[in-house]
């Protein structure tokens, strides 16, 4: 009988449940939905019992196809968005929503640590830069607005809330734990330090497992016998790696839709003495360096909604104009950005703007600027000795030859175009055929995952790139206190 791993991804507006056979050929797949709950306050929360119910569902359909089809389901394996936080009572009951990755209100907390010693250094010791998403900062809101709850929940991420409710555990894994801002990436246990700052003890956070330990089925989903190894899987970043098959030194991940990230995999945990990179776990001794930028492919479509057109068109007057768009220079931060500033206060801002400029020559500009701020992120990977040979790309901006070019021709080198469907997915999936002795080894999966295309940069337009990168990096700093002035009360 055919076999199946079952990877189960809790994303941001829906879960999808894949079953995946021993060569990460994903056989089916099912998908339900839900609403992130935003307010202009910065609150951006999931109902974890509808994340739940959703995840549940999908399970069930799958499991289902693989009983009609003659495929035995011999694990599962759970991955799921970074940085989410919510609590609950002693029998497991949620207190709070999930708080998202995208949730924006610690910001008074976050400025208690950024730009100090302290900060610097429970970076360097977690891996997670010092901002609003990560739980560290969000614990520490929770308890300076809400001290009873604080003082009394447990405290876990959405995907350790699903965990509990298939096996009965609380428990968590070493790459999710390595994005709260809580866990010490080198010592691979709680840390004190952030726990001080927090105001938490350790005993209100989840028991810390390898991503490749299991816990046994015990929920009644039909088609999954009980005592199914429930694979503790991790963080969806770091699995993306490995479900493009970037998991050995040199080869980066790089996906890009409306926001982005790249990532790429070493055999050590750190971060740069800069504090511009996080550095998170996959397992097994493998950890992924990078940065995420929160301005991707939402540039264009700002710049098509602005203008009254379409993404498509939009971008195919763009791509008629020259390298550089005509003198202009845009720092596209649309949204608080992410890596390397890790700032929630920069504005977009637009430099050189004359009349002449089109609306074509803006929306040049701002992808250029998204391509240079990706590249910034590789500066700042390469800085701390970690190789990047080649970089396996995703995502849907992939589609697009102005995009495509310019992120090539921003980084100077070939781009290796991934299947991107079930990234994370397949990871979680590859990660239970690694705890199962199926796979030899993680970097197996490298040999896996083939691209399917190569993507190429334009030599004369690598020179430019290269030769404005550092005027992108002074016009951020000169710019910098205008825009903390613009969002100060």
């Not at 394996?77 to 970074?82: C, E, I, R, V």
């Not at 001080?196 to 330990?213: E, R, V, W, Y």
């Not at 950005?337 to 002449?356: C, K, M, N, Q, S």
Request: proline content about 6%.
């Amino acid at each position: 009988m055919a076999q199946a791993v079952l990877g189960v991804d809790l994303g941001t507006t829906a879960t999808k449940v894949i079953a995946v056979d021993e060569t990460a050929r994903v056989l089916f797949g099912a998908e339900h939905g839900y609403p992130l709950h935003t307010t202009p306050s910065g609150e951006a929360t999931h109902d974890p019992v509808q994340v739940l119910d959703a995840a549940f569902q999908a399970l069930r359909e799958v499991a289902a196809w693989c009983a009609s089809s003659g495929v035995e389901v011999v694990a599962l394996s759970l991955t799921g968005a970074m940085h989410t936080l919510l609590a609950v009572d002693a029998e497991g009951t949620p207190l709070t929503g999930s708080l998202s990755w995208a949730d924006n209100r610690a910001t008074e907390q976050t400025a208690l640590l950024r730009g100090t010693e302290e900060g610097a250094a429970l970076h360097q010791v977690t891996g997670t830069p010092i901002h609003p998403f990560a739980p560290l900062s969000k614990l520490a809101w929770f308890t300076r607005y809400e001290p009873e709850l604080a003082r009394t929940a447990r405290w876990c991420g959405l995907k350790d809330f699903v965990a509990l409710r298939l096996t009965g555990h609380l428990a968590t894994e070493h790459s999710s734990a390595s994005g709260t801002g809580l866990m010490d990436i080198h010592r691979l246990a709680w840390h004190p330090g952030s726990l001080a700052f927090t105001g938490i003890t350790a005993d209100q956070l989840p028991n810390l497992l390898a991503p490749t330990d299991s816990l046994p089925l015990t929920a009644d989903l039909p088609g999954l016998p009980a005592g199914l190894p429930v694979v503790m899987g991790g963080g969806d970043g770091p699995l993306a790696n490995l479900g493009v098959g970037a998991v050995t030194p040199g080869v980066a991940a790089l996906s890009l839709g409306t926001s982005g990230a790249l990532r790429v995999v070493r055999d050590r945990p750190g971060v740069d003495d800069r504090g511009r990179v996080f550095c998170y776990a996959i397992a097994e001794g493998l950890w992924v360096l990078g940065g995420a930028v929160s301005n991707g492919g939402v540039v264009a479509q700002w710049a098509a909604d602005t203008f009254g057109t379409d993404v498509g068109t939009l971008l195919a007057e763009a791509a008629d104009v020259p390298t550089g768009a005509n003198g202009l220079l845009a720092l596209p931060y649309l949204l608080a950005e992410r890596a390397p500033w890790w700032d929630p206060d920069p504005r977009a801002t637009l430099v050189g703007l004359r009349r002449e400029h089109t609306r074509a020559d803006i929306t040049r500009a701002l992808v250029e600027g998204v391509g240079q701020q990706l590249a910034l992120v590789l500066d700042a990977v390469r800085s701390t000795d970690a190789r990047v040979d080649s970089i396996r790309v995703t995502g849907g901006a992939f589609r697009s030859d102005l995009w495509a070019t310019v992120l090539a021709s921003a980084l100077g080198m070939d781009l290796e175009l991934a299947d991107d469907s079930e990234g994370s997915g397949v990871g979680a999936a590859l990660l239970a055929w690694r705890a199962l002795g199926t796979l030899p080894s993680l970097t197996t999966a490298a040999d896996l995952v083939v691209p399917t295309a190569t993507i190429k940069p334009d030599p004369d337009a690598v020179t430019h790139y290269a030769r404005s990168r550092p005027l992108v990096e002074r016009t951020y700093h000169a710019f910098r206190d205008l825009a903390g002035a613009l969002t100060a009360p």
